[in-house]
């Protein structure tokens, strides 16, 4: 029994070691600015490199992570399930993960 318990933490640490290092767990911030330029940049301010917004009223994504009650799952749950006023994004949860950890990394 000494060796099928030694053999299941071996596999369960190599299990645990494969998600950690995926690329495909890991949210991505520069992806994330990607899409953000594509689907959010109209209405709102999401990198210093933007031309032109046309929602001034609008919260920059600046202004959004730097926001005391921002959260990554916050952003994640609201992008799920967007304001009607927010265009027909059909987003993955891996691309709502890259636009929030993008987000994120802006209140650095």
Request: aromatic share 4%; hydrophobic share 45%; proline share 5%.
């Given at each position: 029994m000494t060796g099928w318990n030694?053999?299941?933490?071996?596999?369960?640490?190599?299990?645990?070691?494969?998600?950690?290092?995926?690329?495909g767990l890991a949210a991505n911030?520069?992806?994330?600015?990607?899409?953000?330029?594509?689907?959010?940049?109209t209405c709102h301010l999401v990198s210093n490199d933007q031309d032109t917004?046309?929602?001034?009223?609008?919260?920059s994504f600046f202004d959004i992570a730097r926001d005391p009650g921002f959260s990554e799952d916050g952003l994640k749950t609201f992008l799920a399930d967007p304001h009607p006023k927010m265009p027909?994004?059909?987003l993955s949860n891996g691309e709502i993960a890259d636009i929030a950890r993008y987000i994120s990394s802006l209140a650095e």
């Open positions: 030694t053999l299941k933490r071996t596999g369960f640490a190599a299990l645990i070691t494969a998600a950690a290092v995926s690329p911030a520069g992806h994330g600015k990607e899409l953000a330029l594509q689907w959010c940049s917004v046309s929602g001034a009223s609008l919260p027909n994004m059909t």
